[in-house]
């Protein structure tokens, strides 16, 4: 399968894994672009931009297919390091960024002078059309069913990705909902190039968390999923639990006066607990409304392999044959 998010990052299939903290390490970035895909690092889980140099040397021990790093910018008064991340990024012969959060732009000339493709994640189409118009190469364009960030416009991938497909010239992968071959083809029918998962990829055998979390989403339905730390205008989809609850019943009583530190015991450092630990009770932790399509923990090949052949079906036997499309 071809598309213009194939040829720009030389991969197989259209098929992206996010970043996600503690989760985008090297044995999953590996195995993604190994069956295909593109596999990602997550910078910011790494402590040091040498240690995101050792993970990025560990990844190209397992692959010698394309992989890229996510680098996701922060709005915080004690920034990470975050020349010396690029710098890891550029040293490490990595030819694709995965950027999020703030603003990319100061890094661009850098990553693009090392013959780097930025690929930026926005929530909307205005963000989208910014990404562009400052020399991102391509977008992932996030919907609202997403997990972790989904912006404060709300606006489900049904509406967002041929909003997006009517205003962008630069390609742009479908994020947030996308778990199967379904996934795929409505991803390109609505006007993408190819699908980001997340939460998708966590519930996989080379996801480098624990089980707990696994089998959390797979038991999860497409219910069980909560907006948290919308009063602080950092909206985050997170899997429901008892500390969840906890956070929302503090959002609803401090209504406007919240603050971040009335709800830091159930957010603050809680992903090495949750995913290393497996205490998937103790704090809130991204998890997309998708997890109500994942009923199982297959391998990423077998993952891949099932939705391309899904997609072909969909496609050479439902549509064609049966709609004449």
Avoid at 171 to 186: E, I, K, N, Q, T
């Amino acid at each position: 399968m071809k598309t213009r998010i194939t040829e720009l990052f030389n991969i197989e299939r259209p098929i992206i894994q996010g970043g996600m903290h503690h989760v985008g390490m090297a044995e999953l970035a590996a195995a993604v672009s190994n069956a295909g895909g593109l596999g990602v690092i997550t910078a910011l889980t790494q402590p040091s931009a040498e240690a995101l140099s050792r993970e990025i040397a560990r990844c190209r021990e397992m692959t010698d297919k394309p992989f890229g790093v996510n680098l996701t910018f922060l709005p915080v008064v004690n920034a990470p390091d975050y020349p010396g991340y690029v710098r890891a990024i550029i040293e490490g012969g990595v030819k694709i960024v995965e950027t999020a959060g703030n603003n990319p732009q100061q890094w661009l000339p850098a990553l693009h002078e090392a013959g780097i493709k930025v690929i930026h994640k926005c929530t909307s189409v205005r963000h989208a059309l910014k990404a562009q118009s400052i020399g991102c190469d391509a977008v992932s364009v996030d919907g609202f069913e997403c997990a972790g960030h989904p912006g404060e416009d709300d606006i489900p991938n049904f509406i967002l990705l041929p909003r997006a497909a009517e205003e962008l010239k630069v390609p742009f992968v479908a994020s947030g909902g996308m778990a199967d071959g379904r996934s795929l083809v409505a991803a390109l029918a609505l006007g993408a190039d190819g699908i980001n998962m997340g939460t998708r990829f966590v519930a996989t055998k080379e996801a480098p968390v624990h089980d707990n979390v696994k089998q959390a989403i797979v038991r999860a339905t497409e219910l069980d999923t909560r907006l948290v730390m919308r009063p602080l205008r950092n909206t985050e989809r997170v899997l429901n639990n008892p500390a969840v609850e906890r956070l929302i019943a503090k959002e609803r009583e401090l209504g406007e006066k919240i603050k971040f530190a009335d709800i830091a015991a159930e957010v603050a450092g809680v992903y090495p607990r949750v995913m290393k630990q497996g205490d998937v009770d103790c704090g809130a932790w991204s998890c997309g409304q998708v997890a109500g399509l994942i009923h199982d923990i297959p391998s990423v090949q077998e993952l891949l392999d099932r939705i391309m052949r899904e997609a072909h079906e969909i496609v050479n036997e439902r549509l064609l044959k049966r709609f004449g499309i």
